[in-house]
């Protein structure tokens, strides 16, 4: 798979982060949310209990605050960005460790602030938290047979992007680690929501600009 150059934000949006966007829009706040404050001390954790489709209303506010095209990340651009080119099962390589990233086996059983297993849990590209804590949304839907029916050299693929299932990636606090390889994936729907699903942004560099 061959991919053009893109950008993808280091950490996952938290909920200071999101909180911009509800004070800017008046768009619905998370169900784990009072009075359209994120809970106490959580600033810097991952903004959870948002669907698909809230993360596209966020994108499109960026969008426009930056005058950039900010999106969600492809599944195959979220790959990389966890991976890296060797074909690693963890963002850091193929030995699993507790002390990088926050899977069931660290028994923490809630999203812990973006960066704390950082740098020691990052990816070859410096991306944190891309396995464990929360589940990622991608822009694609979710095919079974996507892999399977890609051709060799393929150049920045995207899944079908009419349908109702979406792609998450990434495992998270409440799954184990084999949830949270860097090929794992799994899917849900446009509307779905969770306490352990969250998501980062991308954009293409030719969109920078």
Known sequence: VCLSE???????????EYQLFIQETGYISPKDWGNNQYPQGKEAHPVVHVSWEDTKYY????S???SKLYRLPTESEWEKASRGTDGRIWPWGNEFNTQNANTSEVKIKTTTPVGQFSPQGDSPYGCTDMTGNVWEWCLDCFTEDEYSNRNDGVSNPVGALQG???????????Y??????CSRRLRLGLTGRSDDIGFRVAISVTDKD
Do not use: D
């Open 164 to 174: 109702e299932l979406r792609v998450i990636r990434g495992g998270s606090f409440f």
């Open 6 to 16: 893109f950008y993808i934000s280091k950490y996952p949006i938290t909920n200071r």
């Open 176 to 181: 184990l680690k084999g949830n949270a390889r």
């Open 64 to 66: 426009q605050k930056t």
């Open 59 to 62: 994108c499109e506010w960026l």
